[in-house]
């Protein structure tokens, strides 16, 4: 079945770069997202990648993609005390299809 | 735009008890999930219902739990008889199906049950 793996927790100093990884075992994952959440409200989708594509590039978020070790990234630049939440990948085999979100990543930034 | 609204937000039950919670999603979107999220986890897809008909239910504990969405709009989801595993966040989502090839679900803010 589906399994979507992240790390726990991540800190970095304000104005550094973040880059939360994400490994998932489906091979047929077509769309992959990286969701926020912050304390006490519902996920956010900050954006997603279709599996045919590489790197994607929005603002100051860079999401990399490795298909060969089903391997994802989501790079935040000037990481900002905002942007402290928590970061969830997740993946789908299709558009419309059921959506598998990973374990979570807790981003502290600190000022 | 209004969002996906959730009550109640909090919620103490004691075990064996019954509780049910409410989700009126986004207007004009077609598809409703509930998902519940246990602390430490991500979220986990209970239901999903495309209008009022059940698209996939296959993680819903259908000895105690059930959710219904009369006329395709609101939904509520019920637990009977509540166990202590049962604490988590459930969330409910919405999203508007053919609006292109990629689908955006807009999450509520949850309700925290918690049962002792």
């Known amino acids: 079945g589906e399994d979507v793996e992240q790390s726990l927790f991540l800190s970095v100093r304000e104005g550094d770069s973040s880059v939360i990884n994400c490994t998932y075992t489906d091979s047929s994952s077509t769309y992959l997202y990286w969701y926020k959440q912050e304390p006490g409200a519902g996920l956010q989708l900050l954006t997603y990648i279709f599996s045919n594509m590489d790197m994607k590039q929005d603002q100051r978020l860079t999401v990399l993609l490795n298909k060969k070790d089903k391997h994802l990234s989501l790079r935040i630049a000037d990481t900002q005390t905002g942007d402290s939440a928590i970061y969830f990948c997740a993946e789908a085999p299709g558009g419309y299809q059921k959506v598998t979100f990973g374990t979570g990543t807790k981003l502290q930034v600190i000022p | 735009e209004a969002g996906v609204a959730q009550s109640p937000r909090y919620k103490i039950i004691e075990k064996r008890q019954s509780v049910a919670f409410w989700c009126n999603p986004i207007s004009g979107h077609a598809t409703l999930y509930w998902y519940q999220q246990i602390l430490g986890q991500g979220p986990k897809l209970l239901i999903q219902?495309?209008?009022?008909?059940?698209?996939?239910d296959s993680q819903l504990p259908k000895d105690r739990f059930s959710a219904e969405r009369l006329k395709g709009v609101d939904s509520t989801l019920k637990i009977q008889p509540a166990k202590l595993e049962d604490s988590a966040v459930y969330l409910c989502?919405?999203?508007?199906?053919?609006?292109?090839?990629?689908?955006?679900?807009?999450f509520g803010p949850g309700t925290r049950l918690l049962v002792l």
């Open positions: 989502a919405s999203s508007s199906t053919g609006t292109g090839n990629i689908e955006t679900q807009y």
């Open positions: 219902f495309q209008n009022n008909g059940v698209v996939d």
